[in-house]
């Protein structure tokens, strides 16, 4: 299978998935390329696969100079970075790496919400500043109990509420439609949906409809003691007006794994206390990376076998 | 001054006194307010012009209950000095700093904060653990400093396992050699000071982490931050420490390593559920009812 090339359009960082596509494909990457476009036109009659992730994907104007394309196979399982009309158009398959990240991503969301509630990060700043010797820090507020309110009742999302359930907060959600066996609260609308709980987390995909699903009336709704967590993407929400809805206390708080322009994170949000920043790292661990690798692997060598794909999207 | 003394020995005819040595940090966030009620008054003695000894022997037929926090001890010392007090009420958990045996032999019932705490207790401890094992300060330290954009990626987070059952362990070490984590949630005792050692910690290995949200003296803090420096274990959540608020210098630079002020129930709604408590304990001891949260005896 060495003759067959595999483009790879995130940047290489992770060893274990690039060294298993070298073992059995012709790697090309493309970040680390001088000249894009020529590296790609140099290569492209040979290249029958892409490699993304969170950040690169395929669009539809590298799907079109790349002739011999038949896969592309994401190292995430968002696929907004993916022209998914353009390969089903195309034939060409999608997979993506579903429910090997599921229990990370929504360990991280309740993670934020204990950090940004109990404000762990700033009491951690706290000690080792060496404030603690002037006074005790303030009170922070529970989490127990507190209503959670989900965009998105997906695998992740689902995920989450079965946590967040085991701190008896009472659950609600927002999707395009009502799941049927699902006891948790519908809301038709995310306004009413933030307006009804304490914590609004975002864990839907994005696609045209959920871009800046949360704006500035969903903030306002959700209030100057509810608090934001997003797992899902930056686009998800209007990043101006999140700065300044915490800015001016329009919104008690937020934890954010994403943001519209990573690796650029609003500046003005470094100096705020309810607030915990985390560099995309919802499903950042040893094991989950791995597993997800297995899965880009798994996929490219099932379709080059001619085999069923392990978990085509398209 | 003297006027002061003669408004309180003149108030004590009135009501029972509840003896406070030193405010309690439940008392000086909500207001005393908070804990006023027709069945007893306070008696504060740092407001007191009087050294404490003569302070006590003073007052002493009229405290029949003290209300303490960690800052101030219980001790049979102080007992001896109050042979009117029938009730001691502590606002918090922990009762390590209450002579409990010496309680015992007064006839002296003590409560604490019961349940009140536990909701806040666990979250701090989850919490902790997240922090410790998904590096959440740490990350949030590496957004703010500009390095995700300068150096890239933030390194990858750690294990987890699946959790299956609650068995049970009687011995501590074999507890630590089985688990990813440690949490500890026990009163301080004389059984269980220092009961985290250097056996322990190394049973829990060099992937293991431990949360303390108990006491700081139930780990032996000199061992644990050799163990953290050295890495013979990969990561600590720490909201206690053994001489609070003084933390072991290395500890502050550690990245491996998430600290918190002693904290970990500090919520206003677990404030208020202690306040409500406090009173119940004191009006129920004052109207001879059933106290609402006795400490027993294990």
């Known amino acids: 299978m060495e003759s067959i090339g595999v483009l790879m359009t995130c940047p290489p960082n992770f060893p274990y998935l690039v060294e298993e596509l070298e073992k059995r494909f012709t790697l090309y990457k493309l970040q680390n390329a001088p000249d894009k476009t020529h590296f790609i036109n140099s290569h492209k009659n040979s290249i029958r696969a892409v490699v993304g992730n969170a950040g690169f994907g395929a669009d539809a104007e590298l799907i079109d100079q790349l002739p011999k394309l038949e896969i592309v196979s994401s190292f995430s399982v968002g696929l907004d970075k993916v022209d998914l009309p353009k390969c089903k158009e195309k034939r060409i398959r999608v997979t993506n790496t579903p429910d090997v990240l599921t229990n990370d991503v929504a360990d991280l969301a309740i993670g934020l919400m204990l950090a940004v509630l109990r404000r762990l990060c700033e009491s951690d700043r706290y000690v080792r500043s060496g404030k603690w010797k002037k006074g005790d820090y303030k009170l922070t507020t529970k989490f127990t109990g507190k209503s959670v309110g989900i965009i998105g009742l997906g695998r992740i999302g689902m995920a989450i509420a079965t946590r967040a359930e085991a701190f008896s907060c009472p659950i609600s959600y927002y999707a395009r439609t009502e799941k049927p066996d699902v006891k948790y609260r519908y809301y038709p609308s995310v306004i009413e949906l933030a307006a009804n709980c304490q914590i609004l987390v975002v864990a839907c995909a994005l696609t045209e409809e959920t871009h800046h699903i949360v704006n500035r009336e969903v903030m306002n709704a959700l209030g100057p003691k509810g608090v934001l967590i997003n797992i899902g993407r930056g686009p998800h929400v209007d990043e101006p007006e999140l700065v300044s809805a915490l800015l001016e206390g329009r919104l008690g708080g937020a934890g954010l794994d994403v943001f519209e322009d990573e690796p650029n994170v609003p500046e003005p949000l470094f100096g705020l206390e309810n607030v915990v920043l985390l560099p995309h790292v919802g499903s950042g661990t040893v094991e989950t990376r791995k597993a997800m690798a297995d899965l880009v692997v798994g996929n490219l060598e099932a379709h080059f076998f001619k085999k069923p794909l392990l978990t085509p999207v398209v | ?298």
Request: glycine letters at 6%; one cysteine or more; aromatic letters at 6%.
């Open chain 2, 1 to 298: 001054m003297e006027n002061k003394d003669h408004n309180q020995n003149h108030q004590s005819e009135d009501l029972p006194q509840v003896l406070l040595l030193k405010p309690t940090p439940v008392m000086a966030v909500l207001g005393e307010h908070q804990f006023s009620s027709n069945k007893y008054q306070f008696l504060k003695a740092w407001e007191s012009p009087l050294p404490l000894c003569q302070f006590l022997t003073k007052y002493a037929n009229s405290i029949q209950a003290i209300l303490c926090s960690g800052a101030a001890s219980v001790t049979d010392d102080l007992l001896q000095l109050l042979p009117s007090v029938r009730l001691v009420v502590a606002a918090s958990a922990g009762t390590n700093h209450i002579d409990l045996m010496a309680c015992c032999r007064r006839g002296i019932s003590v409560t604490n904060a019961g349940n009140v705490f536990s909701d806040d207790g666990a979250d701090a401890a989850v919490g902790l653990l997240f922090d410790i094992l998904r590096k959440i300060s740490a990350a949030d330290r590496y957004v703010r400093q500009g390095l995700w954009v300068k150096k890239g990626d933030y390194a990858l987070g750690s294990k987890k396992k699946t959790f299956v059952s609650y068995p049970f362990y009687s011995n501590i070490c074999e507890l630590a050699a089985d688990s990813d984590a440690l949490i500890i949630c026990c009163a301080l005792t004389d059984q269980t000071r220092h009961m985290i050692n250097k056996e322990v910690l190394s049973a829990l290995g060099k992937e293991g982490v431990i949360v303390n949200i108990g006491r700081g003296a139930i780990i032996d803090e000199k061992e644990l931050v050799r163990c953290l420096v050295e890495g013979e274990i990969a990561g600590a959540g720490l909201d206690v420490f053994e001489k609070e608020p003084d933390i072991p210098k290395q500890l502050l630079e550690l990245e491996n390593v998430v600290l918190s002020p002693h904290n970990a129930v500090f919520t206003p709604e677990s404030f208020l559920a202690l306040s409500e408590l406090v009173v119940g304990n004191l009006e129920a001891f004052f109207s001879n009812l059933p106290l609402l949260s006795p400490v027993m005896d294990e």
